[in-house]
């Protein structure tokens, strides 16, 4: 790969991810920890990043997130076909008697096309998965909060102070990156807090996600690995997912 080629990967990584270590470029570029280093030094110097101990993060605008943190319709551009298939198989664990608590992300959201005749209860602070769940008479509640524009997610105080009265049986949770060295990670702190909140009252936490996420890091860790259970597809693509010990490999229908 020509270093302009791989600067334009990296690029890529980070405005996805939000943040990139070292150790992730060495990994997924198949490259020397120098090699890493230098290039991220090089883009750091043409202010296309900004590099921290380990690695690198993606520039951030005044509102202190990242610039281009992509919107909810911008996720379903992305790799479709293998996140209805992970959210099929998701909906399948869940049993009439569970009480289930669903995150917001546009992964998660795909699980209420198949929970159109579930007796399960949901709890969740996604509004486009809670309209979809109730008009086809799904029980559903959604968590009080402030409502964050780009995902229409429900965050804040107010929502991880109520997650901490229920007791949930089964928990299913979007995430930007998984990573052997940073588990689970989101580029948003308040998000992190209540995705963590609602982590710590489920028995059974599971992570749905495509092919995109391994091996990418973004700021914040909300889950080790020992604590979730990943859900995602078995592809062409040459990913070893042996590493990952808690993952169910689905297939693309």
């Known amino acids: 790969m020509l270093t302009e080629?791989?600067?334009?990967?990296?690029?890529?990584?980070?405005?996805?991810?939000?943040?990139?270590?070292?150790?992730?470029?060495?990994?997924?570029?198949?490259?020397?920890?120098?090699?890493?280093?230098?290039?991220?030094?090089?883009?750091?110097?043409?202010?296309?990043?900004?590099?921290?101990?380990?690695?690198?993060?993606?520039?951030?605008?005044?509102?202190?997130?990242?610039?281009?943190?992509?919107?909810?319709?911008?996720?379903?551009?992305?790799?479709?076909?293998?996140?209805?298939?992970?959210?099929?198989?998701?909906?399948?664990?869940?049993?009439?008697?569970?009480?289930?608590?669903?995150?917001?992300?546009?992964?998660?959201?795909?699980?209420?096309?198949?929970?159109?005749?579930?007796?399960?209860?949901?709890?969740?602070?996604?509004?486009?998965?809670?309209?979809?769940?109730?008009?086809n008479d799904v029980r559903v509640y959604i968590l009080p909060g402030r409502v964050k524009g780009n995902t229409e997610a429900i965050i804040g105080s107010e929502m991880s102070d109520m997650l901490q009265r229920y007791h949930f049986t089964k928990g299913f949770f979007g995430t930007n990156g998984i990573s052997l060295h940073t588990g689970c990670t989101t580029p948003d702190d308040e998000e992190a807090v209540c995705k963590r909140a609602a982590i710590q009252q489920c028995l059974d936490c599971y992570v749905l996600a495509d092919e995109s996420k391994f091996g990418l890091s973004s700021y914040i860790t909300f889950a080790a690995l020992s604590e979730v259970k990943i859900i995602t597809v078995r592809t062409d693509h040459d990913i070893n997912y042996e590493p990952y010990k808690k993952i169910t490999e689905v297939h693309i229908l």
């Open 5 to 135: 080629e791989r600067h334009e990967e990296i690029m890529r990584i980070v405005n996805t991810s939000g943040a990139v270590s070292v150790q992730d470029l060495v990994n997924l570029l198949n490259i020397s920890e120098s090699t890493a280093r230098r290039d991220l030094l090089a883009l750091d110097q043409e202010g296309k990043l900004k590099r921290v101990h380990g690695g690198a993060t993606a520039l951030k605008d005044d509102s202190g997130y990242e610039a281009n943190m992509e919107s909810l319709q911008d996720k379903y551009l992305f790799h479709m076909g293998e996140k209805k298939r992970i959210a099929q198989f998701a909906a399948a664990c869940i049993q009439k008697d569970d009480f289930v608590y669903l995150d917001a992300g546009s992964t998660t959201e795909q699980m209420a096309d198949f929970l159109k005749e579930s007796e399960a209860t949901f709890v969740t602070n996604s509004i486009p998965l809670a309209q979809k769940l109730g008009c």
